[in-house]
Each structure stands twice: as structure tokens, then as C-alpha cells.
């Protein structure tokens, strides 16, 4: 079974860290770019971080820029976003999502995707 799990969500305090991870089952991340996803309550979804293949190109959304750090691990088959700083308006459930891609991009399409992790900040 094809398979992405996410962990390392929870309840953190305004200025506070999380680091997420993704993990995949039943498929080898190498050939895929992965990105994370957001939304929160009310919201629509919010593409927030990706990574190509080699983990070489980055990208992020304006709001986490400085904030948040994308990588991977691919001996291990997990990406993980760490999240400094963190801020109220970053109460969401954050996604991964997987997209086969051929050349070494970063991308925010989805083949595969998770089923969340909760990320609260709040005092």
C-alpha cells in the first residue's frame, strides 16, 4: 500500500519549534518532489514548502520564508519541515504530498498525499 504519514504535530506556544516528518511506505521518495501543505480552520488549502528530488531546489511560501526549513532524508524515505518562530497564524493541519517528477524541480503538485498532522500555536 502506497502510503505518506505525517507526525510531529502538537500544541506549541507563540515563538515555539515543531519539526514535522513525512514519511513514506510502499514507495521509494527518490523520484518524487515533495511539498507541504496547510489549511486551516475556515481556509483554504496553502502550499507552504517543496523540495525536488535531490533536495537541492527549495521553495517557500512568503509567509514561512525565514521561518521554516524543508529537507529529506532519502536513505531514511522521510522529508521533514522544521518550523522555528512559529506564530498563531500557523495553526493549521499541515499535509505532505508527493508528485513523480523526471527532472531535479521542486513542485507542488500531488500524486500521493497524507492525512495531516494538527500543528496548534497558542498560549
Known amino acids: 500500500q502506497l502510503q505518506l504519514v505525517e507526525s510531529g504535530g502538537g500544541l506549541v506556544q507563540p515563538g515555539g519549534s515543531l519539526r514535522l516528518s513525512c514519511a513514506a511506505s510502499?514507495?521509494?521518495?527518490?523520484?518524487?518532489?515533495i511539498a507541504w501543505f496547510r489549511q486551516a480552520p475556515g481556509k483554504e488549502r496553502e502550499g507552504v514548502s517543496c523540495?525536488?528530488?535531490?533536495?537541492?531546489?527549495?521553495n517557500y511560501a512568503s509567509s514561512v520564508k525565514g521561518r521554516f526549513t524543508i529537507s529529506r532524508d532519502n536513505a531514511k524515505n522521510t522529508v521533514y519541515l522544521q518550523m522555528n518562530s512559529l506564530k498563531p497564524e500557523d495553526t493549521a493541519v499541515y499535509y505532505c504530498?508527493?508528485?513523480?517528477?523526471?527532472?531535479?524541480?521542486?513542485?507542488?503538485?500531488?500524486?500521493?498525499w497524507g492525512k495531516g498532522t494538527l500543528v496548534t500555536v497558542s498560549s
Open positions: 523540495i525536488s528530488r535531490s533536495g537541492y531546489t527549495t
Open positions: 504530498a508527493a508528485k513523480k517528477y523526471y527532472s531535479d524541480s521542486c513542485s507542488y503538485g500531488i500524486d500521493y
Open positions: 510502499g514507495f521509494t521518495l527518490d523520484y518524487y518532489s
